[in-house]
């Protein structure tokens, strides 16, 4: 089936890391996203993975990728307060077919100083 | 390169009417999908447009539409509208190849609709 879990709330302090966790069912899954969304806003593509890779770093952003655990992390080096948002980890499914995204209810971080 | 952009940003319908809101999808994107938020049940998948045709569809009842104009535009309707349509209707655009899945999807501001 379809179906992607996260936490739902992440406090961290200001240049702390911050690690949002997520897992998927869907092993077909071909690529995984992660989206920022800030309040009143719509969602920021932040960056995504292919399921043939394990890591894939950008800039202060790192996903890592356990296909076996079907575990997606995402991971915020040096937190700012301008990262505070809600962050959505979604799957697309090979069987969904073409653009169709499933998501988590949204991990929502908060930072503080 | 312009985002895509939706219209209107707000919108207040009464309980049995009608509404259609619009997409403009980033230039040279030629598919369209869309996806409800609510805060019980998130971010769920209504439909997706490529060239035109609908090629993929959420589980939402037959109240909600859409379609796809030749430059890529898409609006989508949702009749007789009840109180649980409420919701934030976010539009993804994305290049769109004719059989292939397109890496990264780009979302709009949304469309905030309110039910009376």
């Known amino acids: 089936g379809e179906d992607v879990e996260q936490s739902l709330f992440l406090s961290v302090r200001e240049g702390d890391s911050s690690v949002i966790n997520c897992t998927y069912t869907d092993s077909s899954s071909t690529y995984l996203y992660w989206y920022k969304q800030e309040p009143g806003a719509g969602l920021q593509l932040l960056t995504y993975i292919f399921s043939n890779m394990d890591m894939k770093q950008d800039q202060r952003l790192t996903v890592l990728l356990n296909k076996k655990d079907k575990h997606l992390s995402l991971r915020i080096a040096d937190t700012q307060t301008g990262d505070s948002a809600i962050y959505f980890c979604a799957e697309r499914p090979l069987s969904g077919g073409y653009n169709k995204l499933i998501f988590g209810a949204g991990t929502r971080l908060a930072v503080h100083p | 390169k312009a985002g895509v952009t939706q219209t209107p940003r707000y919108l207040i319908k009464t309980r049995g009417q009608q509404v259609t809101l619009s997409c403009s999808p980033i230039?040279?994107?030629?598919?369209v999908s869309w996806y409800q938020q609510t805060p019980g049940q998130g971010l769920q998948f209504l439909f997706e447009y490529f060239s035109e045709t609908q090629r993929n569809k959420g589980n939402f009842p037959g109240r909600f539409s859409g379609r796809q104009f030749s430059n890529s535009r898409s609006e989508m309707n949702v009749s007789t509208l009840e109180l649980g349509d409420s919701a934030l209707y976010l539009c993804?655009?994305?290049?769109?190849?004719?059989?292939?899945?397109?890496?990264?999807?780009?979302f709009g501001p949304g469309t905030r609709l309110t039910v009376t």
């Open positions: 993804a655009s994305s290049l769109g190849l004719a059989g292939v899945p397109s890496y990264e999807q780009y």
């Open positions: 230039s040279g994107h030629r598919s």
